[in-house]
């Protein structure tokens, strides 16, 4: 059975850094393409950062680009995501998901609240 579970995120304020991680278990994990995806309330979930299973190839959101690094340490089934200069815009539940390729992803975590606010 496949298990994906979030952990790193919190109450931090503007300006301040986080570092996600996702631990993985009961798949192949250096075959997906790992991904963060976020949500808001009232709002779609949306891609974050998308990291390629040699971990060479990334993807950004464009209001992440700049602020955010996605990294995957396949010997571990980790990935992580390290986010800097946090905006309160970036609040959201963010959650780790596996895929083939640039697929969606096929399995899901159930996600960690992010909250940026003074």
């Known amino acids: 059975q496949v298990h994906l579970v979030e952990s790193g995120g919190g109450l931090v304020q503007p300006g301040g850094s986080l570092r996600l991680s996702c631990a993985a278990s009961g798949l192949t994990f250096s075959i997906y393409a790992m991904n963060w995806y976020r949500q808001a309330p009232g709002k779609e979930r949306e891609l974050v950062a998308r990291i390629f299973t040699s971990g060479s190839g990334t993807i950004y959101l464009d209001s992440v680009k700049g602020r955010f690094t996605i990294a995957r340490d396949n010997a571990k089934n980790m990935v992580y995501l390290e986010m800097n200069s946090l905006k309160p815009e970036d609040t959201a539940a963010y959650y780790c998901?596996?895929?083939?390729?640039?697929?969606?992803?096929?399995?899901w975590g159930q996600g960690t609240q992010v909250t940026v606010s003074s």
């Open positions: 998901g596996a895929a083939v390729g640039s697929r969606s992803p096929q399995y």
